[in-house]
């Protein structure tokens, strides 16, 4: 006889994690101990499953937990499928389930869940005069090969604004409404049914349970259980389902075989970091997956580095991850030159004292007053070093673009002398800056000085690594090959000055090996649109000397918008913390400062109010089970999420930071370092799912 977990298929719906994360923790024992017995045969006897006269699906089924909890399971009549849909108080559940229906969509083949009362909903809010209909031109057949449920057909015909398609949003599937907004925002029918990413369905058996569970748009919202370890893995953290659910968009990133480099863009919540590691996961689980074969997953600093090893130790077992190599580049590009006899010692501006006596030498050869001092560190950095001059005639003929200063060639050969010193006491004290290392390493490379035993790599955070970054990653990989290169990153997000080209720096994705991640999973619509509304009028790059956008950027969630307060001092302004870190579970809510110092400061004044704190530091990773409320700089909140965040200490001489703006007096320069201002805000802001609460104390910062 085959084994039980043969003869049948057990599911859960995405809806019952959240519905589980919400019952206290001690009844959350018996409901796990239930779920458990469930999964190892749910057609034991001692599960009762009971049929209630007054649902309309007859499908639903309850169960009962203890005399206090029911789950809602959805069990056909025919096959082999049990899916957990709902576990609430039994009065709660009995609610949720009355009107919910479970059905197979005809054309997609995807498993919908529907409010049967959905044949009543209408757009409440009047369209204006003379208004056509958003969908007029998209045939029936059409928008129900988009998943659109039949009985919405009608709705949908009556909507002529984006007002009235919100209005209907909760009575749709997300892949329709998804569908729908693309639609109304102009995209071709074409483009709509490729962002959506389903495989094409042929022919669909609307009792097929079983079949319609396998399809790419119904494993967005279900999962099938097949192991007591990945069960378990998704009680233990029922809201991070990131881990389990994927977009069919995202996953067809994921799971599929390119033929060369591929860039991902998307805006803050769209899931790239979670695509990345799944990425990492299905390259080491299923193309490269000889004892040898490794995979390097590389980031921009060491603290996102340490929270995304964290976090794929939670994809996948120890040993896939043992093929996977986590690393921040620096740290990378150093051991590799290491190990190559390198004599050298990297360091770092402006933290490095022998940095700054080297410097010092050098300027004392600028020509007197006729150049801010601020602006040889500029030039160094933004021309020098990005071009890799090495001597006067490559400095001549470097590029300029993007610099913002003018230069003539006597000018230029004014000025050389100083950064030709500069390199000199560099050489002297064997010193090198990482742009310095980075090219080093990538010429190491290209000799084959040094072999990286690498099958591909995979890039997070792109956007805050320079183009010589990605010549050295190139090098690891140094020809076009299958699945070699996924980068993803986001120009909106980018807090560092580095900035890459990456055909520059010989990797080719134009075409169909650059995709875009649109919709936002992470915070509510409200909390985007504010966020976005920061980045207006600042140009931002795809990372490959194009324009990227926010078009088609949206989230699929609805809440309240954030909240600012201004107050006239220090006190008043944690009053007002304070009053808001009690509605909400503390560690569910962080706090974002803009410096360590004014981090400190508040997570001082919490603990003086009785709260415990967690700060959340530079170079480890954040201990999801440690309690207490989340301090952090807005640097290092970069690549976590929260509930609730708090941005605190919003004044103007701190948003945008006062010291980094006056740091130099180009003009163009400073331009630039108040869009990456902007975009330190944006990051803090969007790390928020559900509430942000924006405060000052004294004058705010004019961007709020």
């Not at 998209?138 to 949908?156: A, F, Y």
């Not at 007591?228 to 996953?251: G, T």
Request: charge should be neutral.
């Amino acid at each position: 006889m085959p084994p039980l977990t043969d003869i049948f298929r057990v599911a859960i719906f995405d809806e019952f994690l959240d519905s589980f994360a919400r019952i206290p923790r001690a009844q959350q024992k018996k409901v796990n101990k239930f779920i458990r017995r469930f999964r190892e045969n749910p057609t034991s006897s001692s599960i009762n499953y009971e049929s209630i006269s007054s649902f309309v699906d007859q499908n639903l089924k309850t169960v009962r937990v203890d005399q206090a909890y029911r789950a809602i399971i959805l069990k056909p009549k025919t096959g082999n499928v049990y899916v957990l849909l709902w576990v609430d108080h039994h009065d709660d559940a009995m609610a949720w389930a009355k009107n919910k229906k479970v059905v197979i969509h005809p054309e997609t083949g995807s498993l919908q869940v529907l409010t049967a009362s959905t044949e009543s909903v209408r757009p409440s809010t009047p369209p204006p005069e003379d208004a056509k209909a958003l969908f007029d031109e998209i045939r029936d057949r059409e928008l129900l090969r988009l998943g659109i449920p039949e009985e919405m057909l009608s709705p949908v015909r009556e909507v002529h604004t984006m007002i009235q398609l919100d209005e209907i949003q909760d009575a749709l599937p997300p892949e329709s409404y998804e569908a729908l907004f693309f639609l109304a925002e102009g995209e071709p029918l074409e483009e709509v049914e490729r962002a959506l990413a389903a495989s094409p369905v042929e022919e669909v058996d609307v009792n097929d349970f079983d079949a319609a569970l396998d399809r790419d748009n119904s494993k967005r919202r279900f999962v099938l259980v097949d192991n007591d370890e990945a069960l378990e893995a998704m009680l233990d953290a029922p809201l991070e389902k990131w881990r389990i659910f994927l977009h069919p968009s995202q996953r067809k990133l994921v799971n599929r075989s390119w033929k060369g480099p591929v860039r991902v863009l998307g805006g803050a919540g769209t899931g790239k970091t979670v695509v990345a590691m799944h990425r990492a996961v299905y390259l080491a689980e299923k193309i490269f997956t000889s004892g040898d074969d490794r995979i390097l997953f590389t980031t921009f600093t060491r603290n996102l580095a340490a929270d995304i090893e964290a976090n794929l130790k939670k994809l996948c077992s120890p040993d896939v991850m043992r093929r996977i190599e986590v690393i921040h580049l620096d740290m990378w590009v150093t051991r590799l030159l290491k190990r190559s006899g390198y004599e050298y010692d990297i360091a770092y501006w402006p933290t490095d004292k022998r940095l700054k006596t080297a410097w010092d030498k050098a300027m004392a050869l600028t020509p007197s007053g006729k150049y801010p001092t601020g602006f040889f560190r500029d030039e160094w950095e933004l021309v020098v070093q990005s071009a890799g001059c090495e001597d006067w005639e490559a400095y001549k003929a470097a590029s300029r673009a993007g610099r913002g200063v003018r230069l003539s060639r006597n000018q230029r050969k004014d000025i050389w002398p100083v950064f030709e010193e500069y390199m000199d006491q560099l050489e002297k004290e064997r010193l090198r800056e990482p742009e310095d290392a980075l090219r080093d390493a990538a010429i190491l490379l290209k000799r084959k000085d040094v072999v990286a035993p690498y099958k591909s790599v995979v890039v997070d955070e792109a956007q805050d690594m320079s183009t010589n970054a990605f010549t050295v990653l190139r090098m690891v990989i140094p020809e076009e090959r299958p699945n070699d290169l996924f980068i993803v990153g986001d120009g909106h997000q980018r807090i560092y000055r580095k900035k890459v080209v990456l055909s520059r720096a010989g990797i080719n994705v134009r075409g169909r090996r650059g995709r875009r991640l649109r919709i936002n999973y992470r915070t509510t619509e409200e909390i985007r649109r504010f966020a976005v509304a920061l980045l207006e009028g600042v140009d931002v790059d795809d990372l490959d000397g194009g324009q990227d956008t926010t078009k088609g950027y949206k989230s699929l969630m609805y809440g309240e918008p954030p909240i600012v307060e201004s107050h006239p001092d220090f006190d008043s302004e944690m009053e007002i913390i304070v009053a808001w870190v009690k509605e909400g579970p503390s560690e569910q809510t962080c706090l974002v400062a803009r410096t360590k110092d004014l981090r400190d400061k508040y997570e001082r004044a919490l603990t003086r109010q009785g709260f415990e704190t967690y700060a959340i530091k530079r170079s480890t990773a954040e201990d999801t089970s440690a309690p207490g409320i989340r301090v952090a700089t807005m640097h290092r909140v970069k690549g976590l999420e929260f509930s609730r965040v708090i941005i605190a200490g919003v004044n103007e001489d701190l948003i945008p930071l006062k010291d980094a703006i006056e740091a130099s007096e180009d003009q163009s320069v400073r331009t630039e370092t108040e869009d990456r201002e902007r975009a330190l805000l944006y990051v803090s802001i969007t790390r928020a799912k559900r509430a942000v609460l924006i405060t000052a104390s004294g004058t705010p910062s004019r961007w709020v």
